[in-house]
């Protein structure tokens, strides 16, 4: 926490320098072309230090930056120059008028980007409360059938083709449980404004990884990668990563009715690598799509008994890993038959990818 918060002030320390120095150029140039008599100074200033108070954190860099914006006005740009004038002739109330909106465009920036900050931490609390509520729920059936087969196996004479459906049974409910608690510490890890550790990883071996993961349930279905031609670096968090594609993985097994195979489509376009998870399935309407991501749409099955696994809380996951990593995710159609879940991840640009326009009309058509 301390070396993110020395990282944020050298930052703000470096856009407070580099604008300071900016609008001091740009009023030199402009008293050159008008002859020392320079009107624009006070504007410029006063938009540098509406920047300087939007791209840094707190009131010290706004305010210091009107001291600063009033002081070289009135010294370097108002005759007399290079002199520090306050008698009637040097205009004092001009320059009291500049440092008080100075001041108060830095304070009602400030402002706005701390309840910015405030509105985001109440969503994203709520997301959080959402989803553990829901995994709460999610958990009670599974655990149920559990306890009622166990017993059932020690109370009862049952036929070897009775006790192998009872095993079989356990072992996806137990499954099932050991991925509602994936995802839930993988949630539990974006609490009390904890920073990612992000570091440069293979993607070709995170994809391998989670797809051999996967390939371990009883349900899962064929899976087929599109393998770039070169090694992909992209910066994540690889264990939570991987936990995005298994749980689209598993959305597919467990939702995607008539599903028979799952795509796994990689591209790169320019500075980020978008990956899409496809199937040959029924597809998603398009009015569910919206809810899709919200940890509360649950599958629309005949099988009260089979009706336990919460469509939505795997994909709030996903979508919450995805955003912490700088990316985006969505739903669509996809060209296979059934449903396309889309998310990209921020990666450098390489110099010597060509990027073709063509390549962002999306291959699904």
């Known amino acids: 926490m301390k070396e993110r918060t020395k990282h944020g002030a050298g930052r703000d320390l470096l856009v407070f320098t580099g604008i300071l120095t900016a609008a001091v150029l740009i009023s030199m140039v402009l008293s050159n072309i008008h002859n020392d008599n320079n009107p624009f100074a006070t504007p410029v200033f006063i938009l540098a230090v509406a920047l300087i108070a939007r791209l840094t954190d707190g009131y010290v860099y706004g305010i210091a930056a009107s001291l600063i914006g009033t002081f070289c006005v009135n010294y370097m740009f108002t005759y007399p120059f290079w002199q520090f004038d306050v008698t009637p002739s040097g205009y004092p109330l001009t320059f009291v008028m500049m440092l008080v909106v100075s001041i108060i465009i830095s304070a009602l920036t400030t402002q706005i980007k ?141 939702h995607a009715t008539g599903a028979t195979q799952i795509w796994l489509h990689i591209r790169r376009e320019r500075d980020r690598v978008v990956l899409s998870v496809e199937d040959d399935g029924e597809g998603v309407p398009p009015d569910l799509r919206p809810t899709l991501f919200d940890g509360g749409l649950h599958r629309a099955r005949q099988d009260a008994a089979d009706d336990r696994r919460s469509m939505g809380i795997g994909l709030s996951v996903c979508r919450t890993i995805v955003r912490a990593h700088g990316g985006e995710m969505r739903a669509e159609a996809s060209a296979h038959g059934g449903a396309a879940f889309i998310f990209y991840l921020p990666c450098m640009e390489e110099d010597d990818v060509q990027y073709d326009p063509k390549q962002d009309i999306d291959h699904r058509g």
């Open 114 to 254: 701390r309840q910015e900050q405030l509105r985001f931490e109440v969503d994203r609390e709520k997301m959080h409360a959402n989803l553990l509520r829901a995994i709460a729920h999610d958990i009670r059936t599974p655990l149920a059938s559990i306890m009622g087969a166990s017993a059932a196996l020690k109370e009862q004479a049952l036929s070897d083709e009775d006790r192998a459906a009872l095993l079989d049974g356990i072992d996806r409910d137990a499954q099932w449980l050991v991925r509602v608690t994936e995802n839930l510490l993988s949630v539990t890890r974006f609490t009390n404004d904890v920073a990612l550790k992000k570091t440069d990883e293979v993607l070709e071996e995170i994809i391998g990884s989670a797809i051999v993961k996967y390939r371990r349930a009883l349900d899962a279905l064929p899976v087929q990668a599109d393998v770039p031609d070169r090694p992909l670096l992209v910066p994540m968090d690889a264990t939570l990563i991987k936990q995005v594609l298994i749980n689209l993985f598993d959305n597919v097994s467990a």
